[in-house]
């Protein structure tokens, strides 16, 4: 999946959609459930969820960032960076008003 697959017709980043993470492996959709979880993880807490060595997992969130689905977050300071998941807000419907 490219980068501009990811913005929407407004030009704002969009993310990923659940059917996306679905069509995942399962050792890849098991991160994305971290994150969604928690919200935001480090590289320890990831490795720990997925019961993998951090080598193994900082390999495993490189490709999801590749592909799109994870978004690495600046640690403040010189801390180790956070990662996201980049998911697609759930859309809002618009009803008319003719009903």
């Known amino acids: 999946m490219r980068e501009e697959q990811f913005k929407s017709s407004s ?3 969009a ?8 069509a995942l492996p ?4 098991a991160i994305i459930t971290c994150l969604m979880r ?3 993880a480090g ?3 990831v490795a720990a969820f ?3 060595d951090e080598a193994t997992t900082s390999t495993l969130l490189a490709d999801l960032i590749a592909r ?17 998941a980049r998911l ?12």
Do not use: H, N, W
């Not at 807000?89 to 003719?98: E, H, I, Q, V």
């Open 68 to 84: 799109g689905f994870v978004q690495e977050v600046p640690a403040e300071g010189k801390g180790q960076p956070r990662y996201r």
């Open 43 to 45: 590289l320890p807490e």
């Open 26 to 29: 399962d050792e890849l959709q």
């Open 50 to 52: 997925i019961e993998q």
């Open 11 to 13: 030009g704002e980043e």
């Open 88 to 99: 697609v807000s759930k859309r809002t419907r618009k009803l008319s008003f003719d009903l």
């Open 38 to 40: 928690g919200g935001e």
């Open 15 to 22: 993310g990923v959609s659940m059917a996306d993470i679905l």
